[in-house]
């Protein structure tokens, strides 16, 4: 869940111009569901948001080309929504405000800057606000609805690692999904086109993992659509068929299901126990320039940052002492340390990082918009395919939530009555 509502926002949070400003409109409604309305101020204020999550332009062109999308995404929404209240699946303002927090304290920012990150890009607040308030809803209602299935037998989990044990050296995708449920045969034109929309996005240089938060039906979309490792016989068959002859980076076209239309990206290949990864914990901290950086020209400031920052690299051993040292010079934006996988790294950082011993800094990392500092707080060496009990059984369930979670939208939605509006 955590992990989830960081992808909610994946790019808003980066240092970007203010958005155009909304475009005028009335309060005209756009659909009932179940009586209650989603009007037109509810699909601009979403698109909007989407629009600067994926990274895309707030053009007109842009927004008019996801409204389909929005407005299947609100109903749906509404629908889930719905069902929260009726179960009386409380979701309190606590709970909001603690989702934005962990939002902020995981892209390094201040109480209150989530806020204002989005004003400047004019989206309201309150759009998300409400997605917020439909995922964790959504997200407590099923995983209640589990009951005794949210309790993972061991010898089902002892069973799935003797079957890894087994499968020592056959091929494994790491696999993301966008899942667009067909319910009804008289929507699959309309789900194919929302699908190839969304391809089209992605083609655009939409984030996957964005546009998966946004749009999939797939309980996946709490994780960006990530799916994690999968071996041979895991998926069903015509998405199989796709994978194992996609190459890592792809983007498949729509592929027909049983359920409706998936979209797959192949992020990376192994094989089954073997994958051996150098991890470092990593703490980096940031000395921002007050205005993009003329290397002939550099103004006072941007000198005073370089200088800072090359004292605190030559002083301080240990994370501890960079972070207090970086705080101690102020102006500094000091991260919290974070686990990478050194192999997945650009070649430029992996040189930097490659031979950096643990406790040391690195020289100062200037950048047009500021100077930065790194240091490898730990390293250690450890197989990333070898099997691991507590991440089968989280597989099973999520595995339990997803399935649940298709089959309680089916029926909503069959249930539903959805009245569109020109």
Do not use: H
């Not at 789900?191 to 996957?208: C, S, Y």
């Amino acid at each position: 869940m955590r992990r989830a509502l960081a992808l909610i926002l994946l790019a808003v949070l980066a240092a970007v111009p203010a958005a155009p400003p909304a475009r005028a409109q009335s309060a005209g409604i756009v659909a009932v569901v179940n009586g209650d309305v989603i009007t037109t101020f509810d699909v601009e204020a979403r698109r909007r948001l989407f629009a600067a999550t994926a990274g895309l332009p707030m053009t007109p062109e842009v927004l008019d080309r996801i409204t389909p999308q929005v407005r299947r995404l609100l109903v749906d929404e509404r629908l889930r929504l719905q069902e929260v209240q009726r179960r009386r699946i409380l979701v309190t303002d606590g709970e909001i405000a603690a989702a934005v927090g962990r939002i902020e304290q995981q892209n390094n920012m201040s109480p209150g800057g989530l806020r204002a990150s989005l004003a400047r890009q004019g989206i309201d607040i309150r759009a998300l606000y409400g997605q917020l308030r439909a995922t964790i809803g959504w997200s407590k209602l099923v995983r209640a609805e589990l009951g005794a299935q949210a309790e993972v037998d061991p010898e089902l989990v002892r069973e799935r690692l003797r079957a890894l044990e087994a499968a020592t050296g056959q091929p494994e995708f790491l696999v993301a999904e966008i899942f667009i449920a067909v319910d009804d045969p008289r929507q699959e034109p309309e789900a194919e086109r929302t699908a190839a929309d969304l391809i089209e996005q992605l083609r655009r240089g939409a984030p996957f993992a964005a546009v998966a938060a946004q749009f999939s039906q797939a309980q996946s979309a709490e994780q960006g659509g990530d799916l994690g490792w999968i071996r041979l016989g895991q998926l069903e068959p015509e998405v199989e068929a796709v994978v194992t002859q996609m190459p890592p980076g792809a983007v498949s076209t729509p592929i027909r299901t049983a359920g409706g239309f998936s979209i797959v990206t192949l992020r990376a290949r192994r094989e089954v126990g073997r994958d051996m990864a150098t991890l470092l914990t990593l703490r980096q901290v940031v000395f921002p320039f007050d205005a993009p950086l003329d290397p002939q020209r550099p103004t006072p400031q941007q000198i005073r940052q370089v200088e800072t920052a090359g004292r605190v690299s030559d002083s301080a051993r240990g994370c501890d002492a960079l972070a207090q040292a970086a705080r101690a010079a102020g102006g500094a934006q000091v991260g919290e340390p974070v686990e990478i996988r050194l192999e997945t790294q650009t070649p430029q950082l992996r040189q930097i990082l490659g031979g950096l011993a643990a406790g040391r800094a690195t020289q100062p990392l200037i950048a047009p918009d500021g100077v930065a500092l790194m240091m490898v707080c730990a390293r250690r060496t450890e197989n990333l395919a070898a099997p691991n009990p507590e991440a089968i059984t989280e597989t099973i369930l999520r595995e339990r939530v997803d399935l649940l979670s298709r089959q309680m939208m089916r029926d909503l939605r069959r249930r539903a009555e959805i009245d569109f509006r020109a």
